[in-house]
């Protein structure tokens, strides 16, 4: 199908990285793949010292912008990233994460132009197979009462479209939730935000970020910036506490069976 480029609205995708220069080099490929006629590139490097550079030299004419230079982290580096974007939408796709195809964002623009604050799909996290495709991630509605139950499950970033104007900047000062701080922003910035949840599947997300790896860290960042953004009852009345306690004897289950059969 052949889109008609001057009703489509300008995609911005966003890409920071430090020290991955292969997983890098998969997420250029898939960004470059894609048919959708009006993208625009930016890779914020954290100043790499693998090879990224010469790696993303061979993409220099497919790349909108490409800074490598210190920062202060993640959320730093994706902040410079939303500064130096000018309208359309913003995603953020983070090095290792792909595009589950090439008409992904066609697929998921051609019908609804720019007509909503907020677009956004499924997710596969890790290995793509044909179960997981027929079976991908499924999202919730975009509100506060979900997001305090629900936490970042609500909505992956890495396939989520949000345009400029309804941007707000990370929270620099979390370690990992910084997402979901970012998220709350968002509903306080637009009090009237449009969302739609498209049935697209859009990225294979790689996973394995900080977050999984500090899953103590994540629960305890959560619940303190909760209480400190709407009260402590809210930890109880939105069955994030319930939850929470559910994930915590999963996790020590599948910890206690991993030590057990390496004995």
């Known amino acids: 199908m052949k889109l008609m480029k001057n009703k489509l609205p300008l995609i911005n995708i966003i890409?920071?990285?430090?020290?991955?220069?292969?997983?890098?080099?998969?997420?250029?490929?898939?960004?470059?793949?894609?048919?959708?006629?009006?993208?625009?590139?930016?890779?914020?490097?954290?100043?790499?010292?693998?090879?990224?550079?010469?790696?993303?030299?061979?993409?220099?004419d497919k790349i909108?912008?490409?800074?490598?230079?210190?920062?202060g982290g993640i959320?730093?580096?994706?902040?410079?990233?939303?500064?130096?974007?000018?309208?359309?939408?913003?995603?953020?796709?983070?090095?290792g994460d792909e595009y589950i195809s090439k008409t992904t964002i066609s697929d998921i623009f051609k019908d609804i132009g720019d007509k909503y604050d907020l677009v956004y799909g499924k997710i596969i996290v890790g290995e793509v197979t044909k179960e997981k495709l027929a079976n991908p991630q499924d999202t919730w509605d975009f509100t506060r009462k979900n997001l305090l139950r629900q936490n970042t499950a609500v909505l992956c970033h890495q396939a989520m479209f949000l345009k400029k104007e309804a941007t707000p900047l990370y929270n620099t000062?979390?370690?990992?939730?910084?997402?979901?701080?970012?998220?709350?922003?968002?509903?306080?910035?637009?009090p009237d935000l449009t969302f739609y949840k498209s049935d697209v599947t859009v990225t294979n997300y790689k996973g394995?970020?900080?977050?999984?790896?500090?899953?103590?860290l994540d629960i305890f960042e959560t619940i303190k910036l909760i209480t400190k953004r709407f009260g402590i009852?809210?930890?109880?009345?939105?069955g994030y506490f319930t939850w929470t306690i559910n994930r915590i004897f999963r996790e020590v289950s599948k910890r206690s069976k991993v030590i057990f059969s390496n004995r």
């Open 64 to 71: 909108g912008l490409y800074v490598s230079e210190e920062d």
């Open 15 to 60: 890409t920071v990285c430090y020290n991955a220069k292969n997983d890098l080099e998969k997420t250029i490929q898939s960004v470059i793949k894609q048919d959708y006629p009006k993208i625009n590139y930016i890779i914020f490097d954290g100043g790499s010292k693998d090879g990224t550079s010469k790696m993303v030299e061979k993409y220099k």
């Open 233 to 238: 009852v809210s930890i109880f009345k939105y």
């Open 75 to 95: 959320y730093e580096a994706m902040n410079k990233g939303i500064k130096r974007t000018k309208g359309g939408y913003l995603n953020f796709l983070n090095a």
């Open 173 to 190: 000062s979390y370690k990992i939730k910084g997402d979901l701080d970012w998220y709350f922003k968002i509903l306080r910035k637009n």
């Open 208 to 216: 394995g970020g900080i977050s999984e790896k500090c899953y103590f």
